[in-house]
């Protein structure tokens, strides 16, 4: 038997619905902060990712599904969404344009993990991108926007933050670190060695405890920002409180894409086991100039899907619409025609099958349904149909033409 491959699901019901309720809340909130909808492709150049998240990162060091196609061309599964939006705002010419331009986006993201709880080989998010707002209240306002989505789905949550500085005070920051490492080389794992010579901050992040411990003493970007950023980051963090979003300052927060500078942020829960990010985002004003369009400030976010479902609380589902049914074969016909008429405005199931009325409300009751309409053989002779209101537990017989 042909079995889907490993760390990718297939989603049905109730996961599903909490699916769609996602999407359909995060979108009604997305447009309400003035965010219109975006489409790109999931095959990408190869390039775009590594100039962009970064060869040094582990999505594009170790996970991504990279394929030549049959004209050669070196391309892969995009394995997140802000390299491809910012490809279709360069492509498009909106850096030249000027203005702000705000788009969301949802879909599949692909990275070749090790699958486990909370994490996936294909996966869903729901992205927000802002280009053309230096001002580090429109990171503010992005932050208060994910932790409205939260909040209306009913899921709790923990805001961490830190800033990443920028390029005038992450190279001189880098320095002492890399003198920091330099001097605890021997008590840390290979893979931080590794990576003080590619991306020295990374080592922030490393999962080994023992590096972690060692980490305690080093330097911290937050002490060592240069006046813009750190003006910026105590607005961001002023801003917040005003608007009653708590937050804890995380400085070994840099997360796993390279294109990131100034703020950067993740929401975790404690409810989903060890893979606890539920959202992640920061500012990046240096990747439209860098993938060749003219320098942009920007910002944005995305929410793995996935990690959040089992967190949604849906509102009770009501009883809606109808249920069509016949006693009789002959009054098929006379109920599909009222089905097709009804659904111009309503949901409609019919049962094929002929039952008596019993068994038609059973049915009625298994779909939800908030009518259990049914024409028996004194109906089909009057032109007439049975209902039952399903919630006022009230019956009549109306004409056929009336429903
Ligand atoms: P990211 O932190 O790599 O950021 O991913 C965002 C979210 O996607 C994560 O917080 C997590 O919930 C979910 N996620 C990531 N990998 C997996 C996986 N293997 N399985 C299930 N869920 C996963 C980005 O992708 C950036 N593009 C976010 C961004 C947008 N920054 C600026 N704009």
Known sequence: MIQSLRGMNDIFAPDSERFEYFIETATTIAKRYGFSYFESPLLEETALFKRSVGESSDIVGKEMYQFLDKGDNDICLRPEGTAGVVRA???KKLDKQGG??????HGPMFRYERPQKGRLREFHQFGIESFGVASVVEDATL???????LDTLGISYKLKLNSLGCQEC???YRSKLVSFLEAVEEEICEDCVRRKG?????VLDCKNGSCQERYIEAPKLIDNLCSCCDV????????LSENGIDFEIDTHLV???DYYSKTAFEFVSDEIGAQSAIAGGGRYDRLVEFLDGKETPAVGFAIGIERLL????MPEVERSGYYMGTMDDEGLPIIMKAAQAKRKSDKVIVEYKSKNLKNHLKGADKVNARYCAVIGENERNEGTIWIKDLVSKTEETLPLDAI
């Open 89 to 91: 705002f360069i492509q």
């Open 100 to 105: 702000i331009h705000r788009f969301f986006y």
């Open 143 to 149: 932050i208060m926007m994910l932790a409205d989505i």
């Open 170 to 172: 992450m190279p001189p």
């Open 198 to 202: 590619t991306n020295p901050i990374r």
């Open 232 to 239: 910026d980051f105590s607005v961001l963090q002023k801003m």
């Open 255 to 257: 997360r796993g894409l």
């Open 310 to 313: 089992e967190l949604i609380k």
